[in-house]
Nanobody
Framework: VQLQACGGGLVQAGGSLRLSCAVS????????MAWYRQAPGKQRELVAG???????YADSVKGRFTISRDNAAKNTVYLQMNSLKPEDTAVYYC????????WGQGTELTVSS
């Protein structure tokens, strides 16, 4: 199973960005997908999860971020990020669990003030 994340970049505070993560190589349906992030000098943290259709979010992103998956290509997961803040600056990693843990390579987001 391979994960390819993309969509990061530089954005001004208040702006929006969408991350995507394409999952390939899975022969079973994936029902546990998530986005994590790691800011400089900090531990990796869960941003948003999508497990069997239910979502959960870190308190810091509730109401601003939305995790979803492509209904057609079900093994693609997105993270829509609105009202971005400088504290959202981090490397974002997509994650899936299918009998074991799989991580994408990370995509960097920088939010300027």
């Amino acid at each position: 199973v391979q994960l390819q994340a993309c969509g990061g970049g530089l954005v001004q505070a208040g702006g929006s960005l969408r991350l995507s993560c394409a999952v390939s190589g899975a022969i079973f349906s994936i029902n546990n997908m998530a986005w994590y992030r790691q800011a400089p000098g900090k531990q990796r943290e869960l941003v948003a999860g999508l497990i069997s259709g239910s979502t959960n979010y870190a308190d810091s992103v509730k109401g601003r971020f939305t995790i979803s998956r492509d209904n057609a290509a079900k093994n693609t997961v997105y993270l829509q990020m609105n009202s971005l803040k400088p504290e959202d600056t981090a490397v974002y990693y997509c994650y899936v669990r299918l009998f074991r843990h799989y991580w994408g390579q990370g995509t960097e987001l920088t939010v300027s003030s």
